[in-house]
């Protein structure tokens, strides 16, 4: 994902730093396209204004964060792309306010070939301010951006699209799972669903290789589909609880996890191996 957002940022003009988290290639492909690296966060800070981060989680968020905050300077903005805990956002929100930065959510929808197409979404959460300043970069690597309100806002719309997303998941791999313990054919199955109201975007990336036996379709992996989950049900307790169905979707990748398949993608949840177990 975040190969494909820097590679836009870089087409569109911008001068771009990179620093590499856990994987070398993208950042050798980068730098041969124009890209500066930086060695250390205290070099990505020095020579950036806009510091635009994408991982995985908010605990390492909160862990880059800690390694930028002596080399941020006032006026700078940092921007956090991933799915994180609103309030992990609204903590640091705070927190870089107290030092004239300004910290500013944008979590994106889409996978890969979107980030590379620069067809992501970014939900928003920032002051005004900060939003009309930030729009033109997002602009370069989303299709459609939106204001959500304040840091928090962005993402706990994220969360809601999550909730969407996971829960037609686990009902599409529940789905083909008892066609196949029933004897019905997953083609001809997959082929009348899509003609009716069940056809879904999530439908067709699990399925639509799974017919033929390409379990790679949906590119997100059941961990990250765990831990927006429990984000999303963290942020309904705040709200006053969480509803039975959102805690049985949790509970599902609860359960996936624990048997073994945290690494597996989503998809994977339905290849035969799985099944069997």
């Known amino acids: 994902m975040g190969h494909g957002m820097a590679a836009r940022i870089l087409d569109a003009g911008y001068a771009l730093t990179v620093i590499a988290h856990r994987n070398r290639t993208p950042i ?135 909730l969407m997303v996971f829960g037609i998941a686990a009902l599409v791999t529940e789905s083909f799972t008892k066609a196949a313990e029933a004897g019905i054919d997953w083609q001809k199955l997959y082929d009348v669903v899509i003609c009716g109201s069940a056809d879904s975007g999530v439908l067709r990336r699990i399925i639509g290789g799974a017919v033929q036996g390409d379990f790679k379709g949906y590119v997100f992996d059941v961990n990250g589909s765990l831990k927006d989950m429990r984000y999303f049900c963290e942020m309904s307790e705040r709200m006053g609880g969480v509803t039975p169905l959102a805690g049985a979707v949790r509970d599902i990748y609860e359960q996936a996890v624990a048997a073994g398949h945290g690494e597996r993608l989503l998809s994977e949840l339905l290849a035969p191996e799985v099944r069997a177990g």
């Open 28 to 162: 050798d492909d980068l730098v041969a396209r124009g890209a500066s690296e930086a060695y250390s966060y205290s070099e990505l800070a020095d020579s950036s204004d806009i510091i635009v981060l994408c991982v995985s989680n908010s605990r390492i968020v909160e862990n880059v964060v800690a390694n930028l905050t002596s080399s941020l300077r006032t006026g700078m903005t940092v921007i956090d792309t991933g799915t994180s805990s609103p309030n992990s956002t609204r903590a640091l929100a705070a927190e870089f306010a107290e030092l004239g930065v300004t910290f500013v959510e944008a979590p994106v929808t889409g996978g890969v070939k979107q980030s590379a197409a620069g067809e992501l979404g970014a939900l928003v959460g920032a002051d005004h301010e900060a939003f009309a300043r930030i729009e033109p970069l997002l602009r370069t690597f989303c299709k459609t951006v939106h204001h959500f309100g304040a840091p928090g806002a962005g993402n706990t719309a994220k969360l809601l699209n999550n």
